[in-house]
C-alpha cells in the first residue's frame, strides 16, 4: 500500500496529523509534511504504508478536506478517497 500526498493542495487544516503521525504539522508553511516520504517529479510526495498503519494512512485520508491526500494498494488501485 502507498499513499501520496499533494502538498500544493493543502490547506493546513492538520487533520491527518491527528489521524497518521507520518503527518507532521509544518507551521512555518501553514502545510503538513509527510514523513519519510519522496517528492516526485510530479510534485507529489509518496511513501508505502506498513501494515500496521493501513487503518490510520486511511482515515487520515477520508479526514482531509481538500483529499490532497490518496492511497492506493499494492496493485496500484485507488483505495481513499473512492474515484
Known amino acids: 500500500?502507498?499513499?501520496?500526498?499533494?502538498?500544493?493542495?493543502?490547506?493546513?487544516?492538520y487533520q491527518c496529523v491527528a489521524e497518521w503521525d507520518a503527518f507532521e504539522r509544518n507551521k512555518?508553511?501553514?502545510?503538513?509534511?509527510?514523513?519519510?516520504?519522496?517528492?516526485?517529479e510530479d510534485g507529489l510526495f509518496v511513501r508505502e504504508v506498513p501494515e500496521d498503519a493501513a487503518f490510520d494512512a486511511k482515515f487520515a485520508a477520508r479526514v482531509c478536506p481538500?483529499?490532497?491526500?490518496?492511497?492506493?494498494?499494492?496493485?496500484?488501485?485507488?483505495l481513499v478517497p473512492s474515484p
Open 66 to 78: 481538500v483529499d490532497a491526500i490518496t492511497v492506493y494498494d499494492d496493485d496500484g488501485e485507488q
Open 28 to 40: 512555518s508553511e501553514g502545510k503538513a509534511d509527510l514523513a519519510d516520504s519522496e517528492e516526485r
Open 1 to 13: 500500500m502507498r499513499v501520496e500526498f499533494d502538498r500544493d493542495t493543502c490547506i493546513g487544516m
